[in-house]
């Protein structure tokens, strides 16, 4: 067995999509970054990686290589799963915790639970999504940004 964690944060700006867990949020604002910017999706590839050994996203993904301007980050996610599994793997479990205080995401739960399963081809029952506030405290308190913690357990083929 191993276990691996994730972290990620991104700016919320106008005029871009809010998508986590590859779902498209209805809001005002969307998270910046040279991806589609999906803070969970984020933070659930580098737990898988580090569960694995294989570094994280920014060694697979850099954001200075063009080809991953706008990239869907479900996308990634399979190829991280790919990874994972070559190195002998298999996904145990993920559970995650998306840190905004706005918007509301409890509605979009179930559909993040099952794109992200989808994605990693395991039972949306292996696959823990929950949201929280940050007390109005810091930049995603203040409504500047949204953060997403995740740990992953990988089991041995």
Known sequence: MRIGQGYDIHRLVAERPLILGGIRIPYEK???????????????????????????????FPPEEERWKGADSILLLQQVVHLVGQEGWRIANVDSVVVAEQPKLKPHIPAMQARLAEAMQISPKQVGVKATTNEKLGPVGQGEAIAAFAVALLLEC
């Open 30 to 60: 969307g998270l910046l970054g040279h991806s589609d910017a999906d803070v969970l999706t984020h933070a659930i590839m580098d737990a898988l990686l580090g569960a694995a050994a294989l570094r994280d996203i920014g060694f697979y």
